[in-house]
Each structure stands twice: as structure tokens, then as C-alpha cells.
């Protein structure tokens, strides 16, 4: 099985930076992408990143273009989720996720998911 683990949550301001890190272990050989999803008190879930581990290609959501960015390490087990100018409007729990389409942007499209880990951004 895949197991998902997420790092890298916390308190910053407005305007400020955080960078998630998610690890995968376990058979991750038929996980074709990785992504972030969030979610926010009383919301669904959000699609905010994806990348395929075969070619780096990438996918955000509009709310976030341009200000994060989604990428891979270490054999690409590991997907980092760079947050530039923060907003309190990403305050949301971040959840990393692996799956076997290309580049899934609904939940149901994952079939793994780590914990969560929180993001608080401040005003």
C-alpha cells in the first residue's frame, strides 16, 4: 500500500511563504500523479496541484496560479507544494494524495491520502 506523509504546516502572515513536503512510500510504482488538495472549515475539498511523476507536467488551480508551485524529489517520492503570497483565504487543511490518471483535479480521482497538515495565514 501507499502511505502518504505530509510536513511542513504552520502560522505565517499575509504575503508570506510555507513549504509543504509530502513523502510516499510503500508501491508507489503505478502512481502516475501526486497532488495537494485543501480544505477549509465547512467547505469541500479543493484541488489546488498536481504533477505526473513520468514527465513534471503540472496543473493548479486558478485560485493559486502563480503564486504556488508543485514539484517532485528524491525519485520523485517526495512532492514539495511551494506557497508564494499567502493569503488568508488559503487558510485550509492540506492533504497530499496519489493516483493513476495523469493529472486527476476531483477527489474521487485519488486513491491515497496522508493526514493533512494545517495552514494558517494570518491578516
Not at 5 to 14: N, T
Not at 68 to 80: D, E, G, L, Q, R
Request: aromatic share 12%; net charge positive.
Amino acid at each position: 500500500q501507499v502511505h502518504m506523509v505530509e510536513s511542513g504546516g504552520g502560522l505565517v502572515q499575509a504575503g508570506g511563504s510555507l513549504r509543504l513536503s509530502c513523502e510516499a512510500s510503500g508501491g508507489t510504482f503505478s502512481m502516475y500523479a501526486m497532488g495537494w488538495f485543501r480544505q477549509a472549515p465547512g467547505k469541500e475539498r479543493e484541488f489546488v496541484a498536481a504533477i505526473t511523476r513520468s514527465s513534471s507536467s503540472t496543473s493548479y488551480a486558478a485560485s493559486v496560479k502563480g503564486r504556488f508551485t508543485i514539484s517532485t524529489h528524491n525519485a520523485k517520492n517526495i512532492v514539495y507544494l511551494q506557497m508564494n503570497s499567502l493569503k488568508p483565504e488559503d487558510t485550509a487543511v492540506y492533504y497530499c494524495a496519489a493516483g493513476s490518471r495523469v493529472l486527476p483535479v476531483y477527489a474521487y480521482e485519488y486513491a491515497y491520502w496522508g493526514q493533512g497538515t494545517q495552514v494558517t495565514v494570518s491578516s
